[in-house]
């Protein structure tokens, strides 16, 4: 339903096929396998229902909670804690718009395209939205997979080398590097 909500038209319409279990799941949002009626594997992640609305009842009540605490508390006047608070509420507010990953997925793609070794899943932005982000399905091993591994020491002395050049070269790196987003 939250598929067909943020594209305007039936699943079956979109997609070729669909899990309704999800591949992974976290607080914000969950992924679905899916195969496209070219053949392609995507994977579809998708906006828990009602998440933006938890998110904002939740953050008032931080706020209201820091506000509380820097009345006692000096440390937090002196670190401003209502501040951190309302930051972090900026920052979850981008973190729910998935248009933000698709601009910053299609960047990150532009910069790594030229890197041997290195694949970013290529976007499907008919299949996206503000709550709902198509890519490539990617196969492979995850990197935690790779610990005792004959072949572990120069796939991360890669993939560190690659993290050095994301953030000093190209002023950019990937946010959320877990065993799930890092395949081999």
Do not use: C
Request: charged fraction near 30%; hydrophobic fraction near 45%.
């Amino acid at each position: 339903a939250q598929i067909e909500r943020a594209l305007g038209k039936s699943v079956v319409e979109l997609f070729a096929s669909i899990e309704e279990t999800p591949l992974a799941s976290a607080s914000m949002a969950q992924v679905h396998a899916a195969r496209l009626f070219d053949g392609n594997d995507v994977v579809i992640k998708v906006q828990r229902p009602g998440i933006e609305e938890q998110i904002r009842k939740d953050a008032e009540i931080r706020v209201v909670l820091a506000q509380l605490l820097e009345r006692v508390v000096e440390a937090a006047r002196r670190y401003r804690t209502a501040d951190f608070v309302r930051e972090f509420q900026e920052a979850l507010k981008v973190e729910l718009d998935f248009t933000v990953e698709a601009r910053n997925l299609r960047a990150f793609a532009a910069f790594n395209e030229k890197r041997a070794g290195i694949h970013v899943p290529k976007l499907y932005p008919e299949l996206s939205a503000r709550t709902v982000l198509a890519m490539e399905r990617i196969h492979g091993r995850r990197i935690t997979d790779l610990k005792g591994a004959p072949e572990a020491a120069p796939i991360i002395e890669r993939l560190v080398g690659v993290a050095f050049d994301h953030v000093f070269v190209d002023g950019m790196f990937h946010g959320d590097p877990h065993p799930g987003n890092l395949m081999v």
